[in-house]
Nanobody, 129 residues
Framework: QVQLVESGGGSVQAGGSLRLACAASGVDPRHTCRAWFRQVPGKEREAVATIYTGVTRNYGFRYADSVKGRFTVSHDNAKDTAYLQMENLEPDDTAMYYC???????????????????WGQGTQVTVSS
């Protein structure tokens, strides 16, 4: 049974920090991409950050322009847990955050939600002014 479980969300004041975690189990080892998405009511789900967890490619990691310099994605291979360290949070970062797993496609992990096979239940992040 494939399972992805997010944790670490909560409420924080602008300028604060949060660290999200996504613990995965049962994921096909060929699904070497891990991604963080976020979504607010009435808007499309958007990719925030992705990381390649394999050892045979150099796809690295990617960030949405809106979070570059503030968010850092990482992955613990032993635990198959992805993290999203969020610094200097802004009110516009408020959203439900989801983690996802899938295979790389055409040399990238950074793509739309349809490219990912497995999803967590989401964790809410709320940033107040």
């Amino acid at each position: 049974q494939v399972q992805l479980v997010e944790s670490g969300g909560g409420s924080v004041q602008a300028g604060g920090s949060l660290r999200l975690a996504c613990a995965a189990s049962g994921v096909d080892p060929r699904h070497t991409c891990r991604a963080w998405f976020r979504q607010v009511p009435g808007k499309e789900r958007e990719a925030v950050a992705t990381i390649y967890t394999g050892v045979t490619r150099n796809y690295g990691f990617r960030y949405a322009d809106s979070v570059k310099g503030r968010f850092t994605v990482s992955h613990d291979n032993a635990k198959d847990t992805a993290y999203l360290q969020m610094e200097n949070l802004e009110p516009d970062d408020t959203a439900m955050y989801y983690c996802a797993a899938g295979p790389p496609q055409r040399g990238t992990c950074f793509r739309g939600p349809d490219g990912f096979d497995y999803w967590g239940q989401g964790t809410q992040v709320t940033v107040s002014s």
